[in-house]
């Protein structure tokens, strides 16, 4: 079998290869077009793909019609309407739309219609998250691992990724993501950031222009049911990433503070309740995937330059 390397590129203006290349004009809805799925759809607009999808709030659809994006209002007190006839031309779909606490609205509200329209889908996707394995002390987290989430949302989200697994969706898990207006750079510039020292802490981080690449690997080489860890190479401690944001701008780091002693939100300190490492071996070998930022340190360069 041909490996396909899909290697560094302008995310933006990349060439479809393998089985897309000989579609006419592929289309793809998704729900939720927020930080990452709007970053792919760009990318696929200027490929020559159709996009059409789903934002929280008035505004955000303006903004995506602005890019040429057929968008509609969509959350669970205003679902869609007429949702077969905005699937009936689609070729591809995905959901980045996180549960809330009565479940998956895009299931509870529209998952009849997605059934209904799935065999006509050349492929679905769904955006997970690697908080889904729970804590594991620092150890290694692959594709085949059982599932332990340690807090409710990460519970939450299992069991809305287990729903879409069964229609036969591809699903992403992403780590900690980053990119363009959403960095560390802009939390020391903000006066945000804190280096908190939690010994044998790791973070696993992706790129949002890399969480493009492995969807668009991922749509050339259908494989319903599969499930992909979308990170980089180098999990570090989020210390460490202070410290090299703060070099990158030439200003003194913050104080480091101990993780027993920090202030912060009851959100935070569930990301920070769960120590893992986290396994990307499969988009590589599966996907032919290459990395565009291996690591934080590539990824904030390049912001940084830009």
């Not at 760009?42 to 159709?50: K, R, T, Y």
Request: glycine share 8%; charged share 25%; proline share 6%.
């Amino acid at each position: 079998m041909v490996r396909v390397i899909y290697r560094a590129f302008d995310v933006l203006n990349i060439a479809v290869q393998g089985p897309l290349s000989k579609m006419t004009q592929p289309r793809l809805f998704c729900f939720g077009l927020g930080y990452s799925a709007r970053r792919l759809a760009l990318g696929l607009i200027d490929a020559g793909w159709q996009v059409a999808g789903t934002a929280r709030e008035d505004v955000s659809v303006e903004e995506l019609k602005a890019h040429c994006i057929e968008a509609h209002v969509f959350d669970r007190s205003r679902p869609l309407k007429d949702t077969q006839a905005m699937l009936k031309e689609a070729t591809h779909l995905l959901s980045s739309v996180p549960p809330d606490a009565q479940g998956d609205a895009v299931l509870d509200l529209h998952g009849e219609d997605i059934a209904a329209c799935s065999k006509s889908l050349k492929w679905i996707g769904y955006l997970s998250t690697t908080g889904v394995y729970g804590n594991r002390d620092g150890g290694m987290v692959k594709e085949g691992d059982v599932l332990h989430p340690t807090s409710q949302r990460a519970k939450d989200r299992a069991a809305a990724e287990s729903r879409w697994l069964e229609l036969g969706a591809h699903a992403f898990r992403l780590a900690g993501i980053y990119g363009p207006t959403r960095n560390v750079l802009e939390d020391v510039r903000a006066g945000r950031a804190k280096r908190i020292d939690k010994p044998g802490h790791m973070f696993s981080r992706i790129h949002v222009d890399d969480i493009a690449l492995v969807v668009r690997a991922s749509m050339a080489r259908p494989d319903p049911g599969a499930i992909y860890n979308v990170c980089d190479d180098e999990p570090a401690p989020p210390m460490d990433v202070v410290t090299f944001a703060c070099d990158l701008l030439g200003v003194e780091p913050p104080p480091v503070q101990s993780y027993d002693n920090v202030e912060m939100s009851a959100m935070a300190r569930t990301f920070w309740a769960d120590n893992k490492r986290v396994d990307n071996t499969r988009i590589k070998e599966e996907l032919g995937v290459d990395l565009r930022y291996p690591g934080y340190r590539q990824g904030l360069q390049a912001i940084f330059d830009a």
